[in-house]
């Protein structure tokens, strides 16, 4: 066994009991994860949340600067919130939509996006268009272009990796044209962050939403928000501020901090927070190229070695597909086929027609078993999770 990945799995104590091929849904956290974030509440336990948040308030401005080291970016255009859905909220809210506006998007984003597009719509009369497909899957470029050119566009939204298939959107190209025609561009990185590079000036998004606990490996129950300093110098602030985001000026004023910050609220686990750092950095030390390289191969190899296995369907499409492999097996039913995994000891989790309706419908597919590999997994797992998935479709 290469040395590296010998050391990545002895850093991970639930490779020692399980294969994991959830990564999509959360990342086994390694050893300094778990250490900052025990450490952290055995000393709230001992002097006091307040207190020994004040005796660790260096160590919480380092997640700030590991986090912004991640993305290309600054510590002041950083807020940590609870989740990534928590984080794309935040901005989207940061917009006043009128009646006639419109958001534009893809057929392809994360489901609680939609739902927020969707009760936009009911509540302040939005608009919701979607850019057509590239008959190889993935938003269209021209055909985005085509919508912005309509001055109704108030922001593009796009989510990168959607939470149902390996496709990988062309965010950098969106970001070109979005840049061209002078309209505000939201990523969703939440099934990125960790395991494809992120360079936010790149990108030229101005705001940029992930978790933790994918493949970045942090905790569950925390995300951050990448804010740019173009919407900072807007003003941009979101619809319910706090008193961590603002300050209260006057009986009737108030004024929002000069940083991403004002996407906070007060009340925060900072036990999470210091996980996340902690996170941030052994991701930077394997190196998002390297782990992230490893993790799309182990996904190619049991994309191959699914589609080879008799009644198995694939169900990836794109001209990039990232460490998510789903695929549909006849006779069967998503959920059943992840708790028979489960109880063989192999990780994987059910995507269902529900969660992309537009996609899923498109491919013909009710559910799908969703595999998703990371750098701390073994081509021998790979084998035995397609051995084990083959032994079990057949017994229909």
Not at 206 to 219: I, Q, V
Not at 250 to 270: H, I, K, L
């Amino acid at each position: 066994m290469d040395t590296r990945l010998a050391q990545w799995r002895a850093d991970t104590p639930g490779c020692s009991e399980r294969v994991h091929l959830n990564n999509a849904g959360a990342g086994l956290m390694p050893h300094p994860v778990l250490d900052a974030m025990v450490g952290h509440l055995q000393a709230e336990a001992r002097i006091g949340g307040y207190e020994s948040a004040d005796a660790v308030a260096g160590a919480i401005e380092e997640c700030y600067a590991s986090v912004a080291q991640l993305l290309g970016a600054q510590p002041h255009n950083i807020a940590v919130v609870e989740n990534s859905t928590v984080a794309f909220f935040q901005a989207l809210s940061a917009f006043d939509f009128r009646p006639g506006d419109v958001i534009a998007t893809t057929r392809n984003d994360y489901i609680s996006n939609q739902l927020a597009y969707l009760s936009l719509a009911k509540r302040a009369g939005v608009e919701v268009r979607r850019a057509a497909d590239l008959p190889s899957g993935g938003a269209d470029p021209d055909s985005m272009r085509q919508l912005l050119k309509d001055p109704k566009v108030r922001l593009l939204a796009v989510t990168w990796i959607p939470t149902n298939s390996g496709l990988i959107q062309p965010v950098e190209a969106l970001g070109e044209i979005a840049s061209a025609a002078g309209v505000p561009y939201l990523i969703d990185a939440c099934q990125a962050a960790g395991e494809l590079p992120i360079d936010v000036a790149g990108l030229r998004c101005d705001f940029l939403s992930a978790t933790a606990r994918k493949f970045l490996r942090g905790p569950r129950g925390l995300g951050f928000l990448y804010v740019s300093d173009r919407a900072l110098q807007r003003g941009d602030y979101p619809l319910y501020i706090d008193m961590r985001g603002a300050n209260w000026t006057g009986a009737d004023t108030f004024e929002p901090v000069n940083t991403a910050r004002r996407f906070e609220n007060w009340e925060s686990s900072y036990a999470l927070v210091l996980g996340l750092g902690a996170a941030a950095r052994y991701a930077l030390h394997v190196g998002i190229e390297n782990g992230g390289g490893r993790a799309r191969t182990l996904a190619a190899l049991l994309r191959q070695k699914l589609a080879a296995l008799p009644g198995c369907r694939v169900l990836d499409r794109g001209r990039e597909l990232a460490a998510i492999v789903t695929v549909e097996v006849e006779g069967w039913e998503a959920p059943d086929l992840v708790a028979r995994l489960r109880e063989r000891g192999i990780n994987t989790s059910a995507t269902l027609r529900v969660y992309a309706v537009i996609d899923m419908d498109e491919k013909k597919a009710r559910s799908a078993v969703r595999l998703s590999p990371h750098y701390y997994n073994t081509e021998g797992e790979i084998d035995g999770a397609v051995e084990v998935l083959a032994s079990i479709a057949r017994k229909t």
